[in-house]
């Protein structure tokens, strides 16, 4: 890509992070809606889900080979005993996680009446519709660049030459299809085929996993490390390439929604 689109799309980044820094405000502060609670929970039901895929596989290793109990537990626990703990831990967390996401689904609902609330309390600066068409990409915005962070910085400690591929091909990835994607310079074929951008963030999302794996297996096969920790980092990047498309939708559609209020109201 040319200087000129680099900087277009280094803009246009700038562009979606003062929105989301501005709504973020305005709910946080003058609504009163709980959207750092909301963030963190999506956040946290994603590594739960993690978790919860994770350890099964973690215990047939165990099973099949002469794994050996971590350091940290090898005092208290034996074989036998530290599977069954990862078992009961697995349980454990696929109820907390059940139990999260009916905590999730009534908090989500309650952010509704905290808008009519605001808004009737003459709080015109900003119409009732917007607000509410954009608290969801707001906290969902919020929790798809906790789970990037967190993510890589797991990444880094496990493989950093890993961490440091990833990192490139998300920032390159997400570079790409902004501009393929989400820009008045997207290719012309790409509306002949009558596909929009949503689609194409799908599309691109399944080869960037399918990229990621091919990656994920030369580094495994140059720079060993424990098989657990490879298989780790597989779901990590599943979650990761799930909060890249999240980030990409979201944030557009914050963008998008300003766009349409800003022209409805001729500024």
């Known amino acids: 890509m040319k200087i000129r689109k680099i900087r277009y799309l280094f803009q246009s980044g700038i562009a979606k992070f003062s929105l989301l820094r501005s709504f973020f405000t305005i709910y946080r502060i003058e609504v009163s809606a709980n959207i750092l609670l909301l963030s963190f ?5 994603r590594y739960m889900r993690l978790a919860v895929m994770f ?38 967390i696929y109820i907390v996680n059940i139990v999260q996401q009916i905590f999730f689904s009534r ?44 993510t890589l910085v797991l990444f880094y400690f496990i493989s950093p030459y890993y961490a440091y591929t990833f990192l490139f091909s998300m920032v390159l990835y ?16 790409l509306d002949k085929l009558g596909v929009d951008p949503k689609q194409i963030v799908e599309i691109s999302s399944s ?3 399918l990229f990621l794996l091919v990656m994920l297996f030369f580094v495994y096969t140059y720079i060993p490390f424990p098989i657990h920790n490879a298989i780790l980092l597989l ?33």
């Open 41 to 45: 929970l999506q956040f946290t039901s």
């Open 55 to 92: 350890i099964p596989i973690k215990i047939f290793l165990l099973l099949a080979s002469d794994f050996l109990v971590p350091d940290l537990l090898s005092g208290l626990l034996d074989k036998r005993g530290y599977i069954v703990f990862l078992l009961s831990f697995t349980v454990f």
């Open 107 to 150: 908090l989500e609902k309650k952010q509704d009446t905290l808008i009519e609330v605001y808004v009737n309390k003459g709080n015109d600066n900003l119409p009732k519709k917007l607000l509410f068409k954009n608290i969801k990409p707001t906290y969902k915005l919020i929790s798809d660049l906790m789970t990037i962070s967190c």
């Open 174 to 189: 997400s570079m790409v299809i902004e501009y393929v994607a989400f820009t008045d310079n997207r290719y012309a074929f």
């Open 207 to 209: 080869l960037l996993y």
């Open 235 to 267: 779901f990590g990047s599943r979650i990761v390439v799930a909060a890249v498309k999240g980030y990409l939708i979201s944030a557009n559609k914050l963008l998008e929604n300003d766009k349409r209020y800003n022209n409805l109201n001729g500024q």
